[in-house]
C-alpha cells in the first residue's frame, strides 16, 4: 500500500506544498495555488484546459483567498493545449465530421471571424464560467445552444422575412420541436403579429396547409376538427402544453478546432458596478475592476452537424426539403444572430468559406474569371512535381479561393506522401497552413500506417498550426 504520508509537508487539506510568500497577494502571502490536496502535486501542465480551470484552478492564497491580481496571467497560462490535448480536439472534431458523413447528416464548416464564449453565467471563483466539454476538458458549443439559435433563425425567416425560404411555423415545429410557449402565443411582439397574419392564409397555401396538417397528425391524431379549428385550438395554453414532439432533427456538439492550439482572454471592464448594484448615481469617478474571461480565439474551425433520424415522420415535401432548408438556416444565423454568449456585442461570429465565395462570385461576375484558374490547376496535379508547382503557383490574391477549395476527389495524387512536398515548397507559410487545412479534410490516420506516416500526419497538424 503506498505511503500517502511520505515527504508532507503539511496538512492534506491545505492543498500543495507550502511557497514563498507574495506581497502582490495580499494577506496570507503565498504564490496561487490550487485547492486540491497536497498529494495532487502543484504541476498541472499537461492537463487540458478545462481541467485547469473547474479542477485545478491556481486561484487561492495562503489563506485561501482568491487572488485580486495576477488573474490574466492564470488565464493565459491555463488557455494553452497541451499536445496531447491538441490531438484530442482534432480526433474528437474529426470523428463529429466522419459520424455525420457516415449517417448521411448535413455537415457546415465554418470559421470564427470573432471570439467565441459560452456557459460565461455559470458560477466561477473567476465570476465568469466557461464550458468545457467532460471528461475531455476542451470548449464546445453544445447541441443544445446550436438548436436554440437555429430554432431563432427559422421562426425569423417564416415570419419577418420577406422571402421565407422555404419555412413556415408548422415546419419549425416538424423539424425543432413545439414549443407551448413560443412568442408566437405570446401579444405583443413582431411574431405574434406575423403568425396571425400566416394562420390567416395559411389554409390556403397548399405547401403550407399540407405541413400543418402533418403536424397535427402527429401532436393529436384523436383531433377531429378542421385544420382551421385547430389552430383555433393551439391558442388554449393548456391545451398547447398538452402537445409534444421533439423534432425531427438532430444536432451534434461542435468541437472547435482552435487556431494557435490556446485559449484567448478577453476583457470585461465596468465602469459603473455601483450603479448596476444599487449603490449609487451613475457617474464618471468610479473604479472599474476588469474582469478577465476566456475565449476560442477568432480563426478557429467549428464543425456543425445536423442530421434527421425521424425524417420518415415528415411529408413528402420536407423529406427532400430539410437539408435546403437547413443550410439557408445556418446561412441566417451566421448573418445576422451568431453563436453562444454575447452575440449582441459581436461575439460568436461565424462564416462559411464556401457560400462566401458563392456569394462573392455571384454577386460579381467577374471573380469567377478571375480565379477560375485556381481550380482548374489544382486538376492538373498528377505526381509530386505537379503538386509542388501547384503549391508555388497560388498568388496572394487567390487565398480566399484558397481557402474554400476542396481536395476530395484528389486522394490519389495528394496523400500522406505529398507532405514532404508541401513543406518543401516554395510559398508563404499562410498559403502552406491553408493547404495543409484542405489535406487534414481528406487524410485521417489508418490502422495500417507506420511511425514513419505518422510522423508525416504530426508534420502535417504542425504546418497547419494544430500542433507546436
Known amino acids: 500500500m503506498p505511503d500517502f504520508n511520505r515527504g508532507r509537508t503539511q496538512n492534506p487539506r491545505q492543498g500543495g506544498p507550502q511557497r514563498g510568500g507574495n506581497a502582490q497577494n495580499g494577506v496570507g502571502g503565498g504564490a496561487p495555488r490550487a485547492a486540491v490536496p497536497w498529494y495532487v502535486g502543484t504541476d498541472f501542465t499537461q492537463a487540458p484546459p478545462g481541467h485547469r480551470y473547474l479542477l485545478y484552478l491556481p486561484f487561492w492564497k495562503k489563506d485561501w483567498g482568491a487572488?485580486?491580481?495576477?488573474?490574466?496571467?492564470?488565464?493565459?497560462?491555463?488557455?494553452?493545449?497541451?499536445?496531447?490535448?491538441?490531438?484530442?480536439?482534432?480526433?474528437?472534431?474529426?470523428?463529429?465530421?466522419?459520424?455525420?458523413?457516415?449517417?448521411?447528416?448535413?455537415?457546415?464548416?465554418?470559421?470564427?471571424?470573432?471570439?467565441?464564449?459560452?456557459?460565461?453565467?455559470?458560477?466561477?471563483?473567476?465570476?465568469?464560467?466557461?464550458?468545457?466539454?467532460?471528461?475531455?476538458?476542451?470548449?464546445?458549443?453544445?447541441?443544445?445552444?446550436?438548436k436554440g439559435v437555429l430554432r431563432r433563425a427559422a421562426e425569423e425567416l417564416a415570419l419577418l422575412e420577406e422571402d421565407a425560404r422555404g419555412w413556415n411555423p408548422a415546419a419549425v415545429w416538424l423539424l425543432f420541436g413545439f414549443e407551448a410557449g413560443s412568442a408566437v402565443f405570446a401579444d405583443g411582439n413582431p411574431f405574434r403579429d406575423a403568425y396571425e397574419r400566416w394562420c390567416s392564409r395559411a389554409l390556403s397555401t397548399e405547401t403550407d396547409s399540407v405541413v400543418l396538417s402533418a403536424f397535427q397528425k402527429m401532436v393529436a391524431p384523436k383531433f377531429g376538427g378542421t385544420l382551421d379549428q385547430f389552430l383555433d385550438k393551439l391558442e388554449d395554453k393548456v391545451y398547447r402544453q398538452s402537445l409534444h414532439t421533439a423534432g425531427a432533427l438532430r444536432f451534434f456538439d461542435s468541437i472547435p478546432e482552435i487556431d494557435g492550439n490556446c485559449m484567448g482572454i478577453d476583457i470585461m471592464n465596468p465602469h459603473y458596478s455601483e450603479y448596476y448594484q444599487g449603490n449609487s448615481t451613475p457617474h464618471d469617478a468610479g473604479k472599474p475592476v476588469p474582469i478577465f474571461f476566456l475565449v476560442v480565439p477568432p480563426g478557429s474551425r467549428f464543425t456543425f452537424v445536423v442530421d434527421c433520424p425521424r425524417e420518415h415522420h415528415l411529408p413528402a415535401n420536407l423529406k427532400g426539403k430539410w437539408r435546403d432548408l437547413i443550410r439557408v438556416t445556418f446561412a441566417h444565423a451566421f448573418d445576422w444572430l451568431g453563436f453562444g454568449a454575447k452575440t449582441a456585442v459581436g461575439y460568436g461570429q461565424f462564416r462559411t468559406n464556401d457560400t462566401s465565395a458563392a456569394a462573392t462570385a455571384y454577386e460579381n461576375p467577374l471573380v469567377v474569371e478571375e480565379h477560375s484558374a485556381l481550380p482548374a490547376r489544382l486538376k492538373e496535379i498528377k505526381n509530386s512535381q505537379t503538386f509542388n508547382d501547384f503549391v508555388k503557383s497560388i498568388k496572394q490574391d487567390e487565398i480566399d479561393m484558397l481557402k474554400s477549395l476542396s481536395l476530395k476527389g484528389m486522394e490519389s495524387v495528394i496523400n500522406i506522401g505529398s507532405v514532404a512536398d508541401l513543406e518543401s515548397a516554395e510559398a508563404s507559410s499562410e498559403i502552406k497552413r491553408i493547404i495543409a487545412e484542405r489535406m487534414l479534410d481528406i487524410i485521417s490516420p489508418n490502422k495500417k500506417w507506420d511511425e514513419k506516416k505518422h510522423e508525416k500526419y504530426r508534420k502535417l497538424l504542425s504546418i497547419a498550426g494544430r500542433i507546436s
Open 67 to 146: 487572488i485580486k491580481e495576477g488573474k490574466q496571467r492564470v488565464l493565459k497560462d491555463l488557455g494553452a493545449l497541451p499536445d496531447h490535448a491538441g490531438r484530442a480536439m482534432l480526433a474528437l472534431a474529426q470523428r463529429q465530421r466522419a459520424i455525420g458523413k457516415a449517417n448521411g447528416a448535413e455537415v457546415i464548416e465554418a470559421v470564427s471571424t470573432s471570439p467565441f464564449a459560452t456557459g460565461l453565467g455559470w458560477e466561477h471563483p473567476n465570476e465568469n464560467g466557461f464550458a468545457f466539454l467532460h471528461p475531455y476538458g476542451l470548449p464546445y458549443l453544445a447541441g443544445s445552444g446550436m
